[in-house]
């Protein structure tokens, strides 16, 4: 809660959220409860365990109670207990908000209704339920470990429940069926704004009441079976499948026996016998927790949810990705390597502690063995129960790779990836919880104490401890193996990865020793005593040992801490941020400062990528094109890179900024109006560390762009600049420095690879066993640039007389004739409405998804992720996103690269709400209507629920800023485009957008602006829908319509009367409420009479959609115009409908549209 509230600084709060606000309590309360759920079988189940393990069950059933009596004393005593340590966590909230240095601003005054609330109807209810199953299973199976399974198991299963359930229809049904109540009150909360998550207080409605009930109901109704099936005997309850037949143990040949002469005993203490010893030990550990049912049953429920996790690894609305290796080996894994990490906790408390728990360690004790033959052969099963758990892992991504028809394993990836990688950590794991429980008799306090260590330990980083060299088993990039690439492998990533697990698992060899010193043989009274036999077990070897090994833990420590200080030459985001506001404060005197403008780039580049590093030369040329003399020049360098540049005009160094990466030069003598002058150039990689990779270039796989070489001017965010700022139109949103320039890239690689770039090829060769392109560009292009380099395979294609061709990985073949499908489509729509592709070429390139999941597109060249490449599609109703994709990226050719908005609010407006509608009606018109429709409902689920997470107010979309808030100008973009298309027409509309692109494209400085666009589509909309350009580009404005009754009457002629009852209501959002005034302050209000609330709206006169639906037609589909709240509408229809649909095709925005369809009975 402190960190919540700032406590740590602010990194560790949320933007903009408040820390004890009811939904974040919500959220803290549910993640610490299942915390609170390991504490059960400590308390609850050990309260009955007790009697079993200290052999007093007889006695105690001999007295004369009631096993109800019994079973209750144990029960709510123990529950007793549970409900007292709960009442800490909310405690500990509430001091967290108390304590100094606390953020005001983070934090709410106290309201502890809130707390009453999420224990009486989350957290109680959630421990009851499983200290219910904890204590049956305790009692059934007289088994302590048997508790610490059951929570286990019932956390997956309802991981599981939860994403079978997902797919069903009902969402009523998916949250009444979740044990906890998340998804009951997601069912509320989940279209929640940040403001309203800060404010408004956790609901209490009828599912999640009804939730409450069914597992209130289902505790009580384990505990009642529980109290039925007990019965106060000795022998325990055991299932029992088949009878077991008796055998005899002697023969009764006993006179032979007498004449055997026995051979003599034979001794040997050997280290190879201990080794050996060790080797037989750990099979019959492994046999043991193999054998246990709750083993079986933890490792079936964990492949079956790893097998919903995987076949659940796609994007929405059913385009699948191809069932690749490395997606079986993504997100699952990570999922199931904290499964395999929780078993592994568990049993080693099993095994350490076996000996006692079956009354065997007095004997055990006395064997003539050393201790480390015991604790090594117990992490030994440890780490084969935990290779058979991932061969397990195997299996199900095998599986789930040939039922969906996909054969190639990959088997040597599979191998590398579990047991040459996340192998490593479980056992160093495994050694520390040996360790932990070899230090505390009781294993729940080990075992809790290692769940603490385990989840706590990485959130080291975001308070004090950044360096892994001081997190245990921690690396620098902790989920690297999310990004593996068919293209580059793991990358660089491998080496800082193996290097912290080496030195990580000398520690274990220090926490192994200490487990030597540790081990607890005979009957040690006090700690006291075990520190005096410790000392005692520190023999010279043991001693030597241990100062070796701490020897080279220190020095290897060391060393990588000095590494890491070498590889901290690039600064981290959440490093770069704070100096970045403070430069751009600094620096905000120099944003109108005139300066040259580029008009031509050379840039001669060379990529080695066996070393991974390049080396690049180049000059621009400058020209004043201002009507003022400059007397100042600003250079920014990327920080990314190595540069050194030469400017052929006499200047002195003024200021040089190594944080900004910012030099400004005054001249000697000004350059007036139509000077020019040349800025020479060399850049090259910073050298790549031990540890961390600063090169952009890949061994194969290099996405590098012009940010990398040098800019004319200090770049401040003009994006939030109004459009009224006339300073801010003489810079486009591609680059601060040109307007458009002559571009020439000699770019060289190794001979095996290929070069992709922005341009036109105008020549290839080979030379020093290397190979080169040139890449050129003459007259109209922009300055920003981008090339690919790898190992390629083309495909090719044509379109009339333009040349296709795509770059791609060897075997990434799956989507190239979506890809061609999409760019011919979006040449064809845009010469029929606006005009010709400028040049004679197109081509895509696929870059390494470990550098971005994205598309971009420049001059003449797409760049595109590998991810775009391995989309597959089963399901022929899916979306095709390869196709979407291609054909908004070749939008851009004309929306971005001829139409180039200035660099102020709503640029993207012009660029990515175009490139987004042109790729929804080049969908339309290759896929049909469905296909559409399918494409606006996922832009409408994406923009409602991206913008609840925004603590920031939305902009308009024709004013909102660059790119921070994708949801905007992509999925709000092509809503409000569609609408303006399907109310005026696609002829009108696209009119409209023509005479706008015609006007402006290929422009010099002052560049247009989204209230330029706007104009034009103002132009061509009539009086009748002019509030539409109001409501869509110029305010927020929301819908609330709900179809309250609809019926039917047949007619003489055979036709069917529709009465459609139903509420519309319009209202503008205003910081963090909902405004139902218009700019003159009228408004609309109707009271119904059963909802005690009124119903506002801003005044109307809109036209509102109406579909009537048949089972396989359409009836009728019309926009009729609404000016109140409440109306009744009567229309004809010539078959019985049985479907109406308000807005059927998405053209208003409405947060709520499930009561916009009635079903017609």
């Not at 299932?239 to 003599?264: C, D, M, Q, T, Y």
């Not at 079956?358 to 033959?373: E, K, S, Y």
Request: charged share 20%; with cysteine; glycine share 6%.
């Amino acid at each position: 809660m402190a960190g919540s509230a700032g406590f740590f600084g602010e990194g560790s709060v949320d933007a903009g959220a408040i820390a004890n606000s009811p939904a974040n309590l919500f959220s803290l309360f549910n993640l610490y409860g299942k915390l609170l759920l390991f504490l059960i079988p400590a308390i609850v189940g050990h309260a009955v365990y007790r009697d079993y393990k200290s052999n007093m069950q007889a006695v105690l059933y001999s007295y004369p109670f009631q096993k109800s009596d019994y079973l209750l004393g144990k029960f709510l005593s123990a529950f007793s207990v549970v409900l007292l340590i709960s009442l800490a966590l909310g405690a500990g909230f509430i001091i967290g908000t108390k304590l100094p240095g606390i953020d005001s601003r983070m934090v709410l005054p106290l309201d502890l209704m809130t707390y009453v609330q999420l224990y009486v109807v989350y957290l109680l209810p959630n421990l009851l339920f499983a200290g219910a199953v904890v204590f049956g299973m305790v009692v059934f199976s007289r088994n302590i470990y048997a508790g610490f399974i059951a929570v286990v198991i019932l956390l997956i299963v309802r991981e599981i429940a939860s994403r079978l359930i997902a797919g069903f229809d009902s969402a009523a049904l998916t949250a009444l069926l979740e044990p906890f109540g998340e998804v009951a009150t997601a069912l509320y909360t989940g279209g929640w704004t940040v403001a309203e998550k800060n404010t408004r207080p956790i609901p209490f409605q009828r599912i999640i009441l009804l939730n409450r009930v069914i597992w209130l109901g289902a505790a009580v109704a384990i505990f009642a079976i529980t109290g039925k099936k007990f019965s106060l005997t000795q022998h325990p309850f055991a299932f029992r499948f088949r009878k077991s037949k008796g055998e005899r143990l002697l023969k009764r040949n006993f006179g032979g026996v007498l004449g055997i002469r026995l051979p003599a005993v034979q001794f040997d203490y050997s280290i190879i016998r201990q080794i050996k010893t060790a080797r037989e030990l750990s099979r019959i550990d492994f046999k043991y927790i193999i054998s246990r049912g709750y083993f079986i049953g933890i490792a079936l429920a964990g492949i079956i949810l790893e097998t919903l996790l995987i076949s659940q690894m796609d994007p929405p609305y059913q385009t699948r990705v191809i069932p690749a290796t490395w997606v079986m080996l993504a997100f699952p894994v990570f999922f199931i390597s904290i499964l395999i990490n929780l078993v592994g906790f568990l049993f080693a408390g099993v095994l350490v502690h076996r000996s006692r728990t079956h009354r065997m360690d007095a004997l055990i004790d006395v064997t003539p063995l050393p201790n480390w033959v015991f604790a090594g052969s117990q992490i030994i099963a440890l780490v084969k129960m935990q290779m058979l758990l991932l061969l397990g892992t195997m299996a199900a991504g095998i599986a789930v790779q040939a039922a969906n028809g996909y054969y190639h394993f990959e088997i040597e990836l599979y191998l590398f990836a579990l047991f040459g990688i996340h192998l490593i950590s479980f056992v160093i794991w495994d050694i520390a919880a040996v360790f932990v429980q070899s230090i505390f008799i009781n294993l729940y306090l080990g075992f809790f104490l290692l769940l603490v260590g385990f989840f706590g330990l990485p959130q080291l980083s975001q308070i004090v401890i950044a360096s892994p060299v001081f997190q245990f088993n921690q690396n620098p990039e902790p989920g690297f193996f999310l990004y593996y690439s068919d293209m580059n492998g793991y990358g660089h990533s491998l080496i800082p990865y193996f290097l912290y697990k080496l030195y990580w698992l000398i520690f274990g060899g220090i926490l192994f020793c200490a487990t030597l010193l540790f081990w607890i043989r005979g009957l040690p009274q006090s700690f006291k005593e075990r520190l005096s036999i410790a000392r005692s077990r520190l023999k010279p070897a043991l001693a030597l040992s241990l100062c070796g090994i701490s020897a080279a833990f220190l020095s290897m420590g060391f060393w990588l801490r000095s590494q890491e200080k070498q590889a901290e030459v690039l600064p981290s985001k959440k490093e770069m941020q704070k100096p970045a506001r403070q430069t751009e404060e600094k620096y905000e005197k120099y944003r109108r400062f005139p300066q040259p403008r580029v008009v031509a780039v050379e840039v001669n580049i060379d990529l080695f990528p066996e070393s991974q590093s390049f080396r690049a030369s180049g000059h621009y040329l400058l020209l004043n094109k201002s009507s003022t003399p400059i007397d100042t020049l600003l250079i920014h360098h990327s920080g990314e890179a190595i540069t050194h540049y030469r400017l052929n005009w006499g200047h002195t160094l003024f200021l040089s900024d190594s944080i900004a990466h910012l030099d400004i030069l005054k001249l000697d003598e000004s350059m007036e109006p139509g000077d020019s002058a040349a800025l020479a150039f060399q850049v090259r990689n910073i050298p790549n560390a031990m540890l961390k990779k600063n090169s952009p270039v890949e061994k194969n796989g290099t996405f590098i762009t012009s940010s990398i070489f040098p800019e004319i001017g200090y770049y401040l965010d003009q994006a939030d600049t109004p459009p009224s700022d006339s300073a801010a139109l003489a810079n486009h949103y591609r680059a601060i420095d040109a307007d458009f320039v002559d571009l020439e890239l000699l770019i060289s690689t190794s001979k095996d690879q290929t070069i992709v770039a922005s341009g036109n090829l105008e020549d290839k060769w080979i030379e020093r066993d290397r190979n080169y392109f040139k890449y050129v560009s003459r007259g109209k292009a922009t300055r920003d640039f981008a090339f690919c380099s790898a190992r390629y395979q083309v495909a090719r294609d044509t379109w009339k007389d333009i040349d296709l061709e795509i770059y791609y990985h060897k075997g990434h073949r799956y989507n190239l004739a979506s890809m061609f499908h999409g760019l011919k489509a979006t040449l064809e729509y845009h010469k029929r409405h606006f005009g010709s592709y400028r040049r004679s070429k197109m081509k895509i390139a696929e870059f390494p998804r470990g550098l971005g999941n994205h598309a971009q597109s420049f001059a003449g060249v797409i760049m595109w992720s590998e991810l775009g490449f391995i989309l597959e599609k089963q399901n022929p109703d899916a979306l095709d996103f390869a196709f979407l994709g291609a054909a908004h990226e070749m939008a851009h050719q004309w929306w971005g690269h001829q139409v180039i908005p200035a660099d102020v609010m709503g640029a993207r407006m012009i660029t990515e709400s175009m490139a987004e509608y042109i790729a929804l009606k080049v969908l339309e018109q290759e896929y049909g209507l469905q296909a559409k429709q399918n494409f606006l409902e996922m832009a409408l689920e994406l923009y409602l629920n991206k913008r609840k997470n925004d603590p920031d107010a939305e902009r308009p979309l024709m004013y909102n800023r660059g790119l921070d808030k994708k949801h905007i100008p992509y999925q709000k973009g092509v809503l409000v485009m569609n609408a303006m298309n399907e109310y005026l027409g696609e002829g009108a509309f696209n009119a409209a957008l023509g005479a706008y692109y015609r006007k402006v494209k290929l422009q010099d400085a002052p560049y247009t602006t989204s209230v330029e666009m706007v104009d034009f589509i103002r132009r061509g909309t009539p009086d009748s829908l002019q509030y539409l350009i109001h409501d869509m580009f110029e305010t927020v404005t929301f819908y609330d319509n709900k179809l309250v009754d609809v019926k039917t009457r047949s007619l003489p002629n055979g036709e069917y009367e529709v009465e459609i009852d139903l509420v519309a209501s319009k209202y503008r959002e205003e910081a963090d409420s909902a405004g139902y005034q218009d700019e003159a302050g009228s408004f609309l209000v109707f009271k119904p009479e059963n909802p005690p609330n009124a119903i506002k709206s801003l005044p109307l006169a809109d036209y509102l959609e109406i579909g009537l639906y048949g089972e396989d037609s359409l009836l009728h589909l019309r926009k009729h115009k609404i000016t109140s709240i409440r109306n009744t509408l009567r229309v004809h229809v010539k078959a019985k409908p049985e479907t109406c649909i308000i807005d059927p095709n998405f053209l208003l925005i409405d947060k709520n549209r499930k009561d916009n369809r009635f079903d017609l009975q």
